[in-house]
């Protein structure tokens, strides 16, 4: 069965730190990946995805990046965190030619909650 | 700009009702709609996915309805409890674009 890793689960991280967050996905091959961000009391805003290897694309331009070195690996960085940042992270696969058919299900991780202090 | 909305953001019901949570979006062209569950701190899991064409799916105690042309949807919980206590979610695929818009969401209470 197929399973998606996410961590850390919580992080508290100072204005002009680097970010890293890593999320992996167990048991299917060329998965579509995406970052979504929720912050506090609103709804969830995609902030990257890919479909392959070195593909990546973004939905709002920010300070964040995100990398895919590998088929089921996506990383989410930034070099210099802003207060604006915080929120919760969530990091999501599906399967599909392209992304999200229209029976594809959208599978969630399990988070990461991000403060910037 | 595909644009979802939640009503009520929070309701808190005593167990055993059956209850109903509103979904909105303002464009019609959409390829499905798709409820999920959130726990405090935790991912979402999908809970029911509606195609255009379909009217409604069912899972259990959960009833989710789509009427595309007005843009509305609804998750119908039956005999709800305790357990059903989380923030229900809905979020539809747009035709152009393949993406997702999430409403904020609705957080359900249900007390013993």
């Known amino acids: 069965s197929q399973t998606i890793h996410q961590w850390p689960a919580t992080l508290v991280q100072p204005v002009g730190s680097p970010l890293s967050l890593e999320c992996t996905v167990e048991?299917?091959?060329?998965?579509?990946l995406y970052w979504y961000r929720q912050a506090a009391g609103r709804g969830l805003q995609l902030l990257f995805y890919?479909?392959?290897?070195?593909?990546i694309s973004s939905e709002v331009p920010q300070n964040l990046s995100a990398s895919r070195p590998q088929d089921r690996q996506f990383i989410l960085s930034s070099k210099k965190l802003l207060l604006s940042d915080s929120g919760f992270y969530l990091c999501?696969?599906?399967?599909?030619?392209?992304?999200?058919?229209?029976?594809?299900?959208?599978?969630f991780g399990s988070g990461t909650q991000l403060s910037v202090l | 700009k595909q644009e979802v909305t939640q009503i009520p953001a929070a309701l808190s019901v005593p167990e055993g009702e059956n209850l109903v949570l509103n979904c909105s979006f303002t464009?019609?062209?959409?390829?499905?709609l798709q409820w999920f569950r959130q726990d405090p701190g935790k991912g979402l899991t999908s809970l029911l996915l509606i195609q255009s064409s379909q009217r409604e799916q069912t899972s259990g105690r959960l009833n989710a309805s789509l009427d595309k042309s007005s843009g509305r949807s609804t998750l119908y919980i039956a005999a709800s409890q305790p357990g059903d206590s989380a923030t229900y979610l809905c979020?539809?695929?747009?035709?152009?674009?393949?993406?997702?818009?999430f409403g904020g969401g609705t957080r359900l209470m249900v007390k013993p």
């Open positions: 979020a539809v695929l747009n035709n152009a674009g393949n993406m997702l818009t």
């Open positions: 464009d019609s062209a959409i390829y499905n």
């Open positions: 048991g299917t091959s060329n998965p579509n």
């Open positions: 999501a696969w599906s399967v599909g030619t392209d992304i999200l058919a229209t029976n594809e299900k959208l599978f």
């Open positions: 890919s479909v392959g290897i070195g593909q």
